[in-house]
């Protein structure tokens, strides 16, 4: 496979991973609305916690570190996201 053909299939996942990022926020906009009801906050430690042991034992001894600190950055766009939702 040339580099180009590399490229271009690294593109095709990105635009995968944007969808599918999007589809995740507006899914952490329900949790917000659900959370801002029942005057919850927006950090559940423990949640996020288990979710991060999940991810690493999907994602396998050699990219278990590389995905659970993707997933804390997600996780901390996500709470970002939500505190702003909840202060509208």
Not at 19 to 39: H, S, T
Not at 62 to 84: G, H, K, V
């Amino acid at each position: 496979m040339e580099l180009q053909d590399y490229r271009k299939e690294i593109d095709r996942i990105d635009h995968a991973l944007v969808e599918l990022f999007c589809q995740r926020m507006a899914v952490c906009a329900g949790v917000a609305a659900w959370k801002q009801e029942r005057n919850l906050p927006v950090l559940d430690q423990s949640r996020e916690d288990a979710k991060l042991a999940v991810i690493a034992q999907m994602a396998g001894p050699e990219m278990a570190p590389y995905c659970q600190e993707l997933y804390r950055t997600i996780f901390a766009q996500s709470r970002a996201y939500q505190q702003r939702l909840m202060e509208k």
